[in-house]
């Protein structure tokens, strides 16, 4: 029992250290420019099948994920360039609307040029799991937590202790007041498309030997991403992250102990009973006219 138990553990934990990079991805997007982006799965899919294209082609495991990183980072870059700058200062929801056509534009022609069969990447170190009182883990869940873990505290470095990272800090916190001491809002805007492109395809790269990768797949990680950024309060970083972790979590135990069909459903039964509670989310992220 306790070994089944650990089990289930060990997978909701791997999933939602992947879910937490795409809610951290929401959240700088949100933090820095107030727009809800609905096309941080497809960074995510775009990840996963860039790598998988670029190691078919012949490259290296390593260069063919730093480059569909470099690459997912320059699609994150043009949506913010001729997608939601030339929309100036329009309300939410037309930007949503816009990102939700972004994202189509971006899963159609990954659909037209890398097709629509699944992928799967290689294991960056190996399929022999390891044995842990009885329960198997992974080593590709042991890059995941890796990982997550680094990037947590490379963000918590740069925005604590970086010229940028501030600056994108004082722009979430009022625009208006950081263009006039100088800062250059348009950049920080673009650098927070790039950086929430970037986690994405870190996030997709590192699942996809896990949970293999398609044109598609961005579609429902996406949707779980922005829900464990809501359940931790939408705009705060420790929220995202252990949101992130609770869904993984949940989506297990529910897979595990009642039954795989109601894993994909669970994440939005949940945000529905949390907002009922906690309209704020689990960490009281502040509520604006953005949201």
């Known amino acids: 029992m306790f070994a089944e138990l650990l089990q289930f553990l060990f997978a909701g934990i791997t999933t939602g250290a992947a879910y937490a990079l795409a809610a951290l991805g929401f959240t700088i ?48 870059a043009l949506i913010q360039t001729f997608a939601i700058k030339p929309a100036g200062h329009a309300d939410v929801v037309p930007l949503i609307i816009i990102t939700i056509g972004a994202a189509l534009v971006v899963r159609g022609l990954v659909q037209v040029f890398l097709g629509k069969g699944t992928h799967a990447l290689a294991a960056f170190s190996g399929e022999v799991p390891f044995l842990i009182a009885g329960a198997t883990l992974l080593p590709q869940s042991l890059w995941v937590l890796g990982v997550a873990t680094l990037v947590v505290i490379a963000l918590g470095w740069f925005f604590g202790r970086t010229t940028y990272g501030k600056a994108m800090l004082a722009t979430s916190h009022n625009k208006l007041a950081a263009a006039l001491v100088g800062i250059h809002t348009p950049f920080i805007l673009l650098l927070s498309f790039v950086l929430s492109a970037a986690l994405g395809a870190l996030g997709g790269a590192l699942l996809a030997p896990m949970t293999y990768t398609a044109y598609d797949v961005g579609i429902m990680l996406g949707l779980k991403g922005f829900v464990a950024a809501t359940l931790g309060g939408l705009g705060s970083g420790m929220g995202a992250v ?33 907002l009922f509670i906690r309209p704020r989310g689990l960490f009281g992220a502040k509520l604006s006219d953005r949201v």
């Open 29 to 76: 997007i949100y933090n820095a420019s107030g727009v809800i982006n609905f096309a941080q799965g497809e960074f995510i899919m775009l990840g996963g099948m860039i790598a998988v294209a670029l190691s078919g082609w012949g490259l290296s495991l390593p260069v063919s994920i730093v480059l569909s990183i470099v690459l997912t980072a320059a699609v994150g």
């Open 242 to 274: 252990l949101g992130g972790l609770l869904l993984g979590i949940l989506e297990a135990m529910t897979a595990g102990y009642i039954s795989s069909a109601y894993k994909d459903a669970m994440p939005f039964v949940l945000i529905l009973v949390v």
